[in-house]
């Protein structure tokens, strides 16, 4: 299965698509393959939506390059795309954008902000997630508790937990209850496998929780690499190179 996720990456890589190039290079180079970082660094000469893309995943990497167009856009003019290049920045561990985030504490995007900030040691971001994960809002209540999960806040187990079972976004629920380590998330994060927006950061996950050599999420990537549309078959061939060669 593994030799089949490679052939996938490999074609796709070839594609005349340029997004479905581009996110087999993005999968290619988070697995640690040269020839995905040269294509990513290439988009970044296209501007728009694509560059950012291919910014995004250079950091993840830790590639100077894509770094640097990061924080060349925290400059720009369009407050959306200083806030996703400060959240960029911040899950590559990256404070360059701090300054931006804290701007973004006081305005809509104050959750996606205080999210990001506790990876930078910035106290009050958890403090504001503590308290929305009591709101009378559900929705807020909801997205506290991801966001708490995803900065590894033990003060959300309970709730995402709860929200696995009887959520509105179970599959967003159980990734943030896996970065717990809580073994509780590993029935939904192995269906989360079968939908191409979720399979790639469960996989990893599964890895993490050491689930990497079960059968029934290997049997479901199977499906998805030869029924689903190029994105879902990218995000399949990547999940399975996951569970095969990391852990």
């Given at each position: 299965?593994?030799?089949?996720?490679?052939?996938?990456?490999?074609?796709?890589?070839?594609?005349?698509?340029?997004?479905?190039?581009?996110?087999?290079?993005?999968?290619?180079?988070?697995?640690?393959?040269?020839?995905?970082?040269?294509?990513?660094?290439?988009?970044?000469?296209?501007?728009?939506?694509?560059?950012?893309?291919?910014?995004?995943?250079?950091?993840?990497?830790?590639?100077?390059?894509?770094?640097?167009?990061?924080?060349?856009?925290?400059?720009?003019?369009?407050?959306?795309?200083?806030?996703?290049?400060?959240?960029?920045?911040?899950?590559?561990?990256?404070?360059?954008?701090?300054?931006?985030?804290?701007?973004?504490?006081?305005?809509?995007?104050?959750?996606?902000?205080?999210?990001?900030?506790?990876?930078?040691?910035?106290?009050?971001?958890?403090?504001?997630?503590r308290v929305a994960l009591d709101s009378t809002d559900r929705g807020e209540r909801a997205l506290a508790a991801i966001a708490l999960g995803h900065a590894r806040d033990a003060?959300?187990?309970?709730?995402?937990?709860?929200?696995?079972?009887?959520?509105?976004?179970?599959?967003?629920?159980?990734?943030?209850?896996?970065?717990?380590?809580?073994?509780?998330?590993?029935?939904?994060?192995?269906?989360?496998?079968?939908?191409?927006?979720?399979?790639?950061?469960?996989?990893?996950?599964?890895?993490?929780?050491?689930?990497?050599?079960?059968?029934?999420?290997t049997e479901r990537l199977r499906a998805a690499l030869a029924s689903e549309p190029p994105a879902g078959r990218i995000a399949a061939a990547l999940a399975v190179l996951l569970?095969?060669?990391?852990?």
């Amino acid at each position: 299965l593994a030799d089949a996720a490679r052939a996938i990456l490999d074609e796709y890589l070839a594609s005349s698509d340029g997004a479905v190039r581009l996110q087999a290079a993005g999968a290619l180079a988070r697995l640690g393959d040269a020839r995905g970082v040269a294509a990513l660094r290439e988009s970044l000469a296209e501007g728009g939506g694509r560059a950012r893309f291919a910014a995004a995943a250079l950091a993840q990497i830790e590639d100077a390059e894509g770094l640097s167009f990061l924080r060349r856009s925290l400059a720009s003019k369009r407050r959306e795309e200083r806030l996703s290049a400060a959240v960029a920045l911040a899950r590559a561990g990256d404070a360059s954008g701090r300054g931006q985030l804290e701007e973004a504490l006081r305005g809509g995007s104050r959750l996606v902000a205080a999210e990001m900030l506790p990876r930078l040691g910035h106290a009050r971001g958890r403090e504001i997630l503590r308290v929305a994960l009591d709101s009378t809002d559900r929705g807020e209540r909801a997205l506290a508790a991801i966001a708490l999960g995803h900065a590894r806040d033990a003060t959300a187990r309970g709730a995402l937990r709860a929200l696995v079972h009887e959520g509105s976004s179970p599959q967003l629920a159980a990734l943030a209850l896996a970065r717990l380590g809580d073994t509780a998330a590993l029935p939904a994060l192995v269906e989360c496998l079968d939908h191409s927006a979720f399979r790639v950061e469960a996989a990893a996950e599964l890895v993490l929780l050491g689930a990497r050599g079960d059968t029934e999420p290997t049997e479901r990537l199977r499906a998805a690499l030869a029924s689903e549309p190029p994105a879902g078959r990218i995000a399949a061939a990547l999940a399975v190179l996951l569970l095969h060669e990391r852990g």
